[in-house]
């Protein structure tokens, strides 16, 4: 299939720039300076110069802590520019695939079971309520959709929205021989973008259209997942567990927001590991790369 790529260079689009051609497509990789989401006519000449059949987008304003003070910018870019995708699409006839959040959810604070696709979505800061905008702005534009709500990314190429990754700053901290202290208060599921780029293939090259939560399996908070980087790692700093709020952050974060991917399970294409196994996997090709 022919597939543009929006976001080609980002954490998650350059693992689907790897994935993709290997299983047979015609890949448009596009960046940043080839296409603004934001700008319905830059979406709309994009479309008419290549016209792909599935238009795949990577793009989105995630600093989340930023989205709380850059409102019309997150909205811009999370919400109406994947409006200017979905309608784009429409008028050619592709069909759009996005990545949205696990911080679509969040607002039920008793939770303590994983989130499935059919639960109701309440987002607790503005970049979770963009991202419910953009699915709900998609979904009632377009038949012919997937969206993967995808939960804590790591990947070689770094997020470059966030600059980095998790995995790379404990590393690096540790390195530096730093006391390190991790929140213990937030439950969630981190996931390899190989993984994922692997997930997302699989899928859109089947008609099960829909919505998908997709990410690896079981659930952490982020000072347990630091402390099992630092076991696999063989390295020893000293971890401490902090509190949501310790740091001064703008945006409130859910205590909560472990996926269950089950719509994946219901077709028989859940191809997601346990997310250690899946860093075990990742910390493997860091070392090669
Ligand atoms: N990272 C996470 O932990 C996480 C968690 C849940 C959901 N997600 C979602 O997963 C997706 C991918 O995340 P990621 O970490 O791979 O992101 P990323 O590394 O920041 O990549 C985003 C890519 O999109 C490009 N881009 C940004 N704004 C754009 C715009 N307005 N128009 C066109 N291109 C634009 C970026 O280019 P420039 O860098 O040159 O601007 C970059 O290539 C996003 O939808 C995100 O909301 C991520």
Not at 202 to 221: F, N, P
């Amino acid at each position: 299939m022919k597939i543009a790529l929006i976001g080609a260079n980002g954490q998650l689009g350059s693992d689907l720039a790897k994935v993709l051609p290997a299983r047979g497509h015609d890949l448009l990789p596009l960046t940043h300076a080839d296409v603004e989401i934001a700008d319905g006519e830059s979406v709309a000449a994009m479309m008419q110069k290549h016209r792909p059949e599935i238009v795949l987008n990577m793009a989105a304003f995630h600093k989340v802590d930023v989205c709380e003070e850059e409102v019309e910018k997150t909205f811009a870019v999370n919400a109406y520019g994947v409006r200017n995708l979905a309608l784009a699409c429409r008028a050619h006839g592709a069909t759009l695939v996005h990545m949205s959040t696990d911080y679509v959810f969040g607002g039920d604070r008793r939770r303590n079971v994983p989130y499935v696709e059919t639960d109701m979505p309440a987002p607790i800061n503005v970049y979770g309520v963009s991202k419910l905008a953009g699915e709900h702005l998609m979904r009632y534009l377009l038949d012919r959709y997937f969206i993967f709500r995808v939960s804590g990314l790591y990947g070689v190429a770094g997020s470059s929205g966030k600059g980095g990754n998790f995995v790379e700053l404990m590393l690096r901290l540790a390195r530096e021989g730093k006391d390190i202290r991790v929140v213990d208060d937030q439950r969630l599921t981190p996931t390899y973008t190989v993984d994922l780029a692997h997930q997302t293939a699989a899928v859109i090259e089947t008609e099960q259209y829909g919505l998908y939560h997709a990410t690896s399996q079981g659930d952490c908070t982020w000072y347990e997942f630091a402390a099992e980087i630092f076991r696999q790692s063989g390295l020893s700093p000293n971890l401490d567990r902090a509190k949501t709020g310790d740091f001064g952050e703008k945006a409130t974060r859910p205590a909560y927001s472990v996926l269950e991917n089950r719509a994946l399970q219901e077709i028989g294409m859940d191809l997601m590991r346990p997310w250690q196994e899946a860093l075990g996997a990742y910390l493997g090709e860091r070392e090669q790369e």
